[in-house]
């Protein structure tokens, strides 16, 4: 059986005025979270090869605190019913299962252009700000993959 | 706090910083951390090609994450290139195994020798950048999310297709440390 899920992309429409000073607040911590990136070292392709050999607990301490951190934020959030700026209740929608091989094989895939680029999505757009100008070309056959399941979507099991 | 702006974070400052990004992103305008989506936003938005995975309001649902990015880019550059360069201070197990490879520079980022333009036309240049860069979006759009969206946003709401993906992404990680980089710079 081959089922292609539906992405279930999230319909969310805020009001016009707060969509204009909420997109200042995502440049804001889009800039924050760059120089994180840079400043903790996430986007070496040195690092992830220390992580990968187990040669460091560095990686491993950055994603732990980071996964314990927005878990306790997550429980904060809901314990008090925090709202968004707009209003909405926050929520975070569940993704779906399905048979689970989208999650297994495709994070497999990524995992090995992990290791071979150094670099997760956020850190390949980071690199090329840094200075490393030929993760231009790994970005744009990172676009070039995305594309690419766009068009076998339809035929691969999910 | 100086030599901390000017130098690397340690761990247990930037791990916490990075999860803050999840109740941010939720707070500013209830919006789930995830940095791949843009992989496919900018498909949608440059070439959508009549594929049905591409067809959506692409500045409804992702201006906000290409804004947020546009920040990276912004901040990547910032933090780049005012402090002064310096090496990653990695382990001496990983340095002697990189050597074993034939890696010498471990200034920067990444390997000088093969994240470079000339070594695009190399095979191992190749591999690293583009097969490299081709799975990652490939890859990040199977699973339907990185390391942001499943091994952050993912695991602290504990979904257990975000944990079958992380396991994925170290299971993949591995072969590649282990098998694919020995063949490519033996």
Redesign the interface.
């Known amino acids: 059986m081959i089922m292609a899920t539906t992405e279930t992309i999230t319909t969310r429409t805020p009001t016009n005025a707060t969509a204009k000073s909420a997109l200042a607040i995502y440049l804001l911590l889009g800039i924050a979270f760059g120089i994180v990136l840079t400043k903790s070292e996430v986007l070496s392709w040195f690092r992830i090869q220390e992580m990968f050999r187990f040669q460091s607990f560095r990686m491993y301490g950055i994603i732990g605190t980071a996964v314990a951190t927005a878990a306790l934020s997550l429980a904060i959030i809901k314990r008090f019913h925090w709202k968004a700026l707009s209003g909405e209740v926050i929520s975070i929608p569940a993704k779906t299962l399905g048979s689970g091989t989208r999650y297994a094989v495709g994070g497999v895939l990524f995992g090995i252009g992990w290791a071979l680029t150094g670099a997760c999505p956020g850190p390949l757009f980071a690199l090329v700000a840094n200075g490393v100008s030929v993760m231009l070309a790994a970005v744009i056959a990172a676009l070039a993959g995305t594309w690419i399941y766009g068009l076998l979507r339809q035929r691969l099991p999910h | 706090m100086t030599a901390?702006?000017s130098?690397?974070?340690p761990?247990?400052i930037?791990?916490?910083?990075?999860?803050?990004?999840?109740?941010?992103?939720?707070?500013?305008?209830?919006?789930?951390?995830g940095?791949?989506s843009?992989?496919?936003h900018?498909?949608s938005a440059?070439?959508p090609?009549g594929?049905?995975?591409?067809r959506?309001d692409w500045k409804?649902?992702g201006?906000?994450?290409l804004?947020?990015?546009?920040?990276?880019?912004?901040?990547?550059?910032?933090?780049?290139?005012s402090g002064a360069g310096y090496d990653?201070a990695?382990?001496a197990?990983?340095k002697a195994?990189?050597a074993k490879l034939g890696i010498r520079d471990?200034s920067?980022?990444?390997?000088h020798e093969i994240?470079?333009?000339h070594?695009?036309l190399t095979l191992r240049g190749f591999?690293?950048?583009?097969?490299?860069?081709?799975?990652?979006?490939?890859?990040?759009?199977?699973?339907?999310?990185?390391?942001?969206g499943?091994?952050?946003?993912?695991?602290?709401?504990?979904?257990?297709?975000?944990l079958?993906?992380?396991?994925?992404?170290?299971?993949?990680?591995?072969?590649?440390?282990y098998f694919?980089?020995p063949l490519l710079f033996s």
């Open positions: 901390s702006v130098g690397s974070w761990w247990y930037a791990g916490p910083i990075i999860g803050l990004f999840v109740p941010a992103l939720l707070i500013a305008g209830n919006r789930v951390f940095v791949s843009n992989l496919r900018l498909c440059i070439a090609g594929l049905e995975y591409f959506y409804r649902e201006l906000w994450n804004v947020f990015l546009l920040g990276i880019l912004l901040g990547g550059f910032w933090a780049g290139h990653i990695i382990s197990e990983t195994a990189l471990f920067g980022m990444a390997p994240f470079n333009w070594a695009l591999v690293c950048v583009i097969v490299g860069g081709l799975l990652v979006g490939f890859g990040t759009a199977y699973a339907g999310g990185c390391t942001s499943h091994a952050v946003s993912g695991l602290a709401s504990f979904q257990l297709p975000s079958i993906a992380v396991f994925g992404f170290f299971a993949g990680g591995l072969a590649a440390t694919l980089l």
